[in-house]
């Protein structure tokens, strides 16, 4: 396991949502020659990995989740030129490139859906298709053959009226699941990797990589399905198999596990089992869900927050298992203005985060922005978003009985566009993003929070995420080292301990605007904190985060 530990635990993955970044020909989206600008910038952040999200072909449905051809990149994004370009700048500053494997589905664009489509039977074979009654027409298609429900909302079977059949969409419309149980299939998918590979990729993470095995026989209940195809019957045998014919095992892996289990993550990153190398899990980031449900609205709820930690990362510990570590992605809103208080203390906000996080057992991911505290959107119109979850939302939630008014407000703090602002880069009118029209509005608050300003202050966020960095790769108790939560502390207060071969380690981070009863810390030596003068021994100052070494 240390050996384990060693090759993850000191490493630290960015996440690049591409058409955010930055825009290197003024078109207004991110793109491949923009990464390659700012890689000295990833560079001095002192970032191992950089994850990028996907710049292949696609209609642009799913904002590149929906693939319409694995191995061509989409011209918006650039030429497969630039990415070897990019690829060999990156390996001279001794940075990986994570590549972002949408193998769930793909576009319905994509050549195999459209010889399916056609009639061909080997293509016919590649996705989740179903007879639909004979007589069925698009104005009376009939019964779905099950009652689940798309992540994205309604049904998840669209009916092919050329065909009479019913296809499969656990996403959107235009994202046809793939049947994995055809051997084909999987040989296709493995071969993308091989190919990706040969350019230079050493790392992957695997898209809803959970959801590739579905049940014999389509079931149905009273719920929407979720359970019947989540972790289903043969998906360790088959990221097995993708592991060992895409010749990756060994290498810097994640899979983005949807409605899971920690059982079954620990299946998935056990290295005896040959899966992931580590797993995103997403239950801490519902704990302000409203009876569970994503679309109505709560305070965090921190005692929730800290058993799910508890659970989680001694779980993984004890199973021989490994966590990714992170608050934010491209699916997340900003995590500062979420879980912190952004109005009063911005800042804090945004340091008390990832000192939580980034101390943990495990590998930790910087969301782009996250490192300069960008917070969400200051959009005032549902017409200022583009993504496609959200405007479905806007109008299902009116439909539960919310007035617009509501569904405003709902959107405005969950949706996926909150964490797809482009990257504020400096003062400038479009942030140094563009010298074009942003495909997707700024915020005001660009002008004081953004890459430049942060980079010329010494006591900055980024500066105070530099130094998470730095401890993890100089401190083995914090890469490699146990775990083990602790109580004691204020209710809104999460502590742990990491501890190596007689080293300690005591984290304690407030999560609330008062000040929390700390636990004591007499002979440790402060390690970091994000109060210039940290609290007193018996308190922690609102939106405190400290740890204390003992050696």
């Known amino acids: 396991m240390n050996s384990r530990a060693r090759q993850l ?16 020909d003024g078109d207004g989206t991110g793109d491949l020659r923009g990464i390659t600008l700012k890689l000295d910038y990833l560079k001095d952040l002192g970032v191992d990995i950089v ?4 710049f292949f072909v696609s209609p642009q449905n799913d904002n ?21 370009e990019l690829a060999r700048e990156a390996r001279a500053r001794g940075i990986e490139l994570m590549l972002d494997m949408v193998f769930n589905h793909t576009s319905t664009e994509h050549e195999w859906f459209q010889k399916a489509l056609a009639g061909d039977p080997k293509y016919l074979a590649y996705y989740k298709f179903v ?39 656990l996403f959107h419309l235009t994202q046809a699941d793939l049947d994995w149980d055809n051997p084909a299939v999987r040989a296709e998918l493995a071969d993308v990797l091989r190919f990706w590979q040969d350019k230079g990729v050493s790392c992957f993470r695997f898209d809803v990589v959970n959801l590739i095995s579905k049940p014999e026989g389509w079931p149905s209940d009273e719920t929407d399905g979720k359970h019947f195809y989540s972790d289903g019957p043969r998906v360790h045998e088959y990221l097995q198999e993708m592991v060992r014919e ?36 997403f239950h801490h980031l519902k704990v302000d869900y409203a009876g569970g449900d994503k679309w109505e609205l709560m305070e965090p709820d921190i005692d929730a927050l800290r058993t799910l930690f508890r659970t989680w990362q001694e779980g ?49 991911y910087i969301y782009q922005g996250e490192e300069i505290g960008q917070t969400i959107t200051d959009f005032t119109s549902i017409a200022q978003y583009r993504d496609v979850e959200s405007l479905n939302y806007y109008q299902i939630i009116q439909e539960r009985g919310h007035t617009p008014e509501e569904a405003f407000e709902i959107v405005h703090a969950r949706s996926r566009d909150d964490g797809r602002t482009p990257m504020a880069w400096d003062a400038s009118e479009n942030a140094g993003f563009t010298t074009g029209t942003p495909w997707l509005g700024l915020n005001a ?16 966020v980024r500066a105070y995420f530099k130094r998470l960095i730095a401890l993890r790769k100089a401190e083995p108790v914090i890469s490699e ?58 308190t922690l100052h609102p939106w405190e985060a400290v740890a204390h070494i003992w050696r």
């Open 9 to 24: 635990g000191t490493k630290v993955v960015y996440q690049i949502y591409i058409r955010s970044f930055c825009d290197s």
């Open 445 to 460: 608050n660009h002008v004081q929070i953004n890459a430049e300003t942060e980079m010329a202050d010494p006591h900055s």
């Open 131 to 169: 007879d639909a009654e004979p007589g069925a027409t698009a104005e009376n298609p009939g019964e779905p053959p099950t009652n689940w429900e798309s992540k994205f909302g309604g049904n998840a079977w669209a009916y092919e009226p050329r065909l009479n059949k019913w296809y499969l969409h």
């Open 481 to 538: 080292g146990d775990i083990r939560f602790v109580d004691g502390a204020g209710d809104k207060v999460i502590a742990y301990e990491r501890t190596l071969d007689g080293t300690r380690v005591l984290v304690q981070c407030n999560f609330s605007g008062q000040e929390q009863q700390a636990l004591p810390t007499d002979g440790g030596e402060l390690l970091i904190a994000n109060y210039d003068s940290p609290s007193a021994q018996e």
């Open 316 to 364: 993984m510990t004890a199973g021989g298992g490994w966590n990714s570590l992170f608050w934010s992605n491209h699916d997340q809103p900003r995590p500062n203005s979420r879980f912190g208080d952004t109005d009063r203390y911005w800042y804090e906000s945004s340091t008390l985060l990832p000192t939580c996080t980034h101390l943990m057992r495990g590998t930790p």
């Open 64 to 84: 590149g989740y929906d693939v319409a051809d694995y191995r061509a990149i989409d011209p918006r994004f650039g030429t497969m030129e630039d990415f070897e």
């Open 51 to 54: 994850w990028i999200t996907p």
């Open 246 to 281: 895409g010749g990756i095992d060994g290498n810097v892996t994640v899979g983005e596990m949807s409605a899971t289990s920690l059982e079954n993550c620990i299946r998935y990153t056990n290295p005896a089992n040959h899966e992931m190398a580590m797993v995103f899990n």
